[in-house]
């Protein structure tokens, strides 16, 4: 892929609330210009590295993903390769000694969670450049109820893929 283009930031001013600088002004770099990859084009990148097409990709994800689940759900730990391990978790209500404790009740909030490779989620090979913060835009008025198309292109929308 190449080298990784600087982590644009911003500086920001916050007073503190807590801690040796509690009610002081502080600068506080925070990430911006960030843009989202699709899970389609995610796998367009991934079908250019390799002799698979986008849908083979993701289909294989999709089916990776989706088996992962269903063994923590069993109550497996699942390896999941360089992002780390999958494991179940729950949030259990505090029952009395002596009181009868009912999983569907005081069991709550089951969910796969992952516990990260620290490694992998390090990001030691960045460089970063700081950048002017942006402005707020006026929001735009909303287009009246069953006329035209949401977006500026002329002659009407058209459909991504």
């Known amino acids: 892929m190449g080298k990784n283009k600087p982590l644009a930031y911003v500086l920001r001013e916050r007073k503190m609330s807590i801690g040796k600088l509690k009610g002081k002004i502080v600068q506080v770099a925070s990430p911006t210009d960030r843009r989202s990859v699709s ?15 986008y849908m083979e ?12 689940r269903k063994l923590v759900a069993n109550g497996d730990m699942v390896e999941f390769g360089r992002l780390g391990k999958l494991k179940p978790s729950f949030k259990s209500k ?8 009912n999983a569907n009740i005081h069991i709550t909030e089951a969910r796969v969670t992952l516990r990260p490779n620290a490694e992998y989620f390090r990001l030691d090979d960045v460089s970063f450049e700081r950048v002017a913060p942006r402005t707020k835009k006026a929001k735009k008025a909303k287009p009246n109820a ?10 009407g929308g058209y459909v991504g893929i």
């Open 39 to 53: 899970f389609d084009h995610f796998c367009e990148m991934v079908a250019d590295q390799t002799t698979f097409n």
């Open 57 to 68: 990709v993701a289909s294989v994800l999709n089916l990776a993903a989706d088996m992962a």
């Open 94 to 101: 505090v029952v009395p000694k002596g009181e009868e404790f």
């Open 146 to 155: 069953g006329g035209g198309s949401s977006n500026d292109t002329p002659g």
